[in-house]
T-cell receptor
Framework: EAGVAQSPRYKIIEKRQSVAFWCNPI?????LYWYQQILGQGPKLLIQ????????DSQLPKDRFSAERLKGVDSTLKIQPAKLEDSAVYLC????????????FGPGTRLLVL | AQRVTQPEKLLSVFKGAPVELKCNYS??????LFWYVQYSRQRLQLLLR??SRESIKGFTADLNKGETSFHLKKPFAQEEDSAMYYC??????????FGTGTRLTVIP
């Protein structure tokens, strides 16, 4: 089966600019996650979707980050405006709706904010 | 609050030697623990989960609720085991909390 796809793979922007990341989960996976992985740390959950609804966005910095999954398939994560501390790898993962399930990760988008 | 601690950022062992990657957790609920691995230039992937009680690529991990630990072990390390290893705790909301990871290097 095709894996989780993400684009772009790399992005360099200046602080205060905007950026958007795209994720296409594995077909049929109802649950989608966005993680932020700062260098030297483990992935940190930003937001979890179940189909097109938000299940958990408690760790999402909502003053600058937003995410959507309008049709319950693809998802976008946006940062506006970006700060230097947003430099990280942004990972998307998807999982089937059953439990326990396995999260399958995409290759990630590496963001550098200058 | 939940927490996952991996005390070793770096671990080097010789090929054929036993390896143990430590993981301790803190969680008020019933824990579900996982080990994820990331090989060089590959994406993060599940290695094993405690509820399966299985051995994957020679690795095993036992959940010790008394010591709140979930250490990953392999009796004889291989060069292809060199990778980044993350311990993760799943909460009731099916969210994963990751440790900071341990980079394992197996020396030929």
């Amino acid at each position: 089966e095709a894996g989780v796809a993400q684009s772009p793979r790399y992005k360099i922007i200046e602080k205060r600019q905007s950026v958007a990341f795209w994720c296409n989960p594995i077909s049929g996976h109802a649950t989608l996650y966005w993680y932020q992985q700062i260098l030297g740390q483990g992935p940190k959950l930003l937001i979890q979707f179940q189909n097109n609804g938000v299940v958990d966005d408690s760790q999402l910095p909502k003053d600058r980050f937003s995410a959507e999954r309008l049709k319950g398939v693809d998802s976008t994560l946006k940062i506006q405006p970006a700060k230097l501390e947003d430099s990280a790898v942004y990972l998307c993962a998807s999982k089937t709706s059953g439990s326990p399930g396995t999260q399958y990760f995409g290759p990630g988008t590496r963001l550098l904010v200058l | 609050a939940q927490r996952v601690t991996q005390p070793e950022k770096l671990l080097s062992v010789f090929k054929g030697a036993p390896v143990e990657l430590k993981c301790n957790y803190s969680y008020s609920g019933s824990p579900e623990l996982f080990w994820y691995v990331q090989y060089s230039r590959q994406r993060l992937q599940l290695l094993l989960r405690h509820i399966s009680r299985e051995s994957i690529k020679g690795f095993t991990a036992d959940l010790n609720k008394g010591e709140t630990s979930f250490h990953l072990k392999k009796p004889f390390a291989q060069e292809e085991d060199s990778a980044m290893y993350y311990c993760a705790l799943q909460t009731g909301a099916n969210n994963l909390f990751f440790g900071t990871g341990t980079r394992l290097t197996v020396i030929p």
